[in-house]
């Protein structure tokens, strides 16, 4: 009988750990909410200062009218630096480019998306004699994916030639591509040969710096939802 009360003391004492546990937990777990509700309390107090005493700017980051979704770093790298998946993108825009319908601009642009599933998309520019029915490279590229029932892209890459830098999305495809975007992903921007070297093989040699930069970035405060 006495090995059994020691059994049940145990228990009981194991009993009463495990609770002093969960309250410990809870309490914490309400201390976190609290801290939280605080905090933008706080926030809340300073932008109304702000407001009505011509205190400080607030910052944007601090702003709970804006979105703050997580956005992929923006740099600059050798294009012998980019892994084998960003260079197979951007040979696809290269190859794209040369099929490019610019009659009227004589400014061929190639792009290239792939897919969630792997496959890569690519198009080029298809410009018209009214301008407005053009279409660019990049909704070209993604035009396919779309149609082909691939809504979720991983990364894009964009190749046209300017004597003074890159050339980015426009911002109509800035806003096309974020209405496949649920989230952040690298767009890979090169300049293609200039018209002396027009079909230089390779088209991008290694040492050419290439522009990594990600679609959050390219239209920053973007909304995707109507309602």
Do not use: W
């Not at 319908?101 to 018209?128: D, H, L, M, Q, T």
């Amino acid at each position: 009988m006495s090995d059994k009360r020691k059994l049940l003391k145990k228990y009981m004492k194991c009993l009463d750990e495990m609770k002093s546990e969960l309250k410990r937990r809870q309490l914490k777990k309400t201390l976190k909410t609290h801290i939280k509700a605080l905090n933008d309390l706080e926030c809340q107090i300073k932008r109304r200062e702000g407001k009505h005493t011509g205190g400080k700017r607030g910052r944007v980051c601090d702003s709970s009218n804006l979105p703050h979704p997580q956005i992929l770093e923006e740099y600059t790298t050798p294009y012998c630096r980019l892994s084998e998946e960003a260079r197979e993108l951007l040979e696809a825009a290269v190859v794209a480019r040369k099929e490019a319908y610019v009659p009227y601009s004589k400014f061929p642009v190639g792009a290239s998306f792939r897919s969630k599933c792997g496959y890569v998309y690519s198009g080029c520019n298809i410009e018209n004699v009214a301008f407005t029915p053009g279409c660019c490279a990049e909704r070209t590229a993604l035009a396919k994916g779309v149609s082909e029932g691939q809504l979720t892209y991983t990364a894009g890459a964009v190749v046209a030639y300017h004597p003074k830098g890159f050339t980015t999305p426009c911002g109509v495809c800035r806003q096309f591509l974020r209405e496949f975007a649920c989230r952040d992903f690298p767009i890979y921007v090169a300049n293609a040969p200039c018209p002396d070297r027009e079909g230089a093989i390779p088209a991008i040699r290694d040492e050419d710096e290439v522009l990594v930069t990600s679609v959050y970035r390219l239209l920053p405060h973007s909304f995707s939802t109507f309602e």
